[in-house]
């Protein structure tokens, strides 16, 4: 059975039910009524999308019907049939009539979708997940690091070199360091000069902010190697040395999945540790 419906709004559980059911039935004229309807649609549709991801409505089955869901989450059929909507646009779910709303097969799923991807992450990333995006990030980046080293223009440059000065600056937690992490792969995409690639970081960079937050706790003994690495794809971008910004590059990726799949190796032995 799904587990028990989260409420959507602020205050204590069954406050926020009532309130959301009473501002669900109002007529929601004007401006802060509009805004209200599309926030409860929007917490809905996040709090949907999770589960599915999450595997609580798994691919394949179908989800409760209106009345039920209406009812679970306190909400207007309004808010209910726009929050399938854009589960709908995203891939996750179908409706057929006289049958009901079915999840959708995993392979349909939008996962270049910024809140599908956002979802994942929410919902504890599995191995298995992390695996195939570093897969993605092993195709493009060592290409793009190539790119970069043939095009980069001297400001672009300047940006890389800025988001590794800030890795170095808060590599011992005095700053954002899988932020400054972001902004040091995102300036060699938009430095290969090429539209796609800039796109593409833009559509991952939830995903790709989520797997420097794993990779730099699970190298926590080996972080002045990973900043070595770094700066030496800095260095090959500035040096303008294609064939070894791609080299150092796959190398980085290589090692950094590695560090992804030990951090969640060792959060799986301590929940399985704290169960017993």
Known sequence: MPRAAKPLTGGTTRSRAASAS????????????????????????????RDIVAGVYPPGSLLPNAAEMCARFSVSRTALREAY???????????????????????????????VLAWHLQARPTEHFVNDLYVLRQMVEPAAAALAASSALPATIERIADAYSRMDRFKNGAGDLSGADL??????????????????????????????????????????????????IFEAIRDHAPELARARMA??????????????????????????
């Open 85 to 115: 909507s854009r589960l709908s646009a995203k891939a996750l779910i179908v409706a057929r009539p006289k049958i009901g709303t079915r999840v959708r097969p995993n392979a349909d799923w939008n996962l270049l979708d910024p809140e």
């Open 183 to 232: 902004d040091f792969h995102m300036g060699i995409l938009e430095a290969t000069e090429n539209p796609f690639l800039a796109a593409l970081g833009g559509m991952i960079q939830a995903a790709l902010e989520c797997t420097f937050r794993l990779s730099w706790q699970g190298a926590a003994r080996i972080q002045d190697d990973r900043l070595h690495q770094h700066f030496g």
């Open 251 to 276: 190398e980085l990726l290589s090692d950094s999945i590695g560090d992804v799949r030990e951090f969640l190796r060792q959060r799986e032995a301590a929940g399985s540790a704290s169960e017993r």
């Open 22 to 49: 009473a501002m669900a039935r109002e007529p929601l004229h004007g401006r802060n009524g509009s805004a209200f309807e599309r926030s409860l649609h929007s917490q809905l549709a996040g709090q949907l999308g």
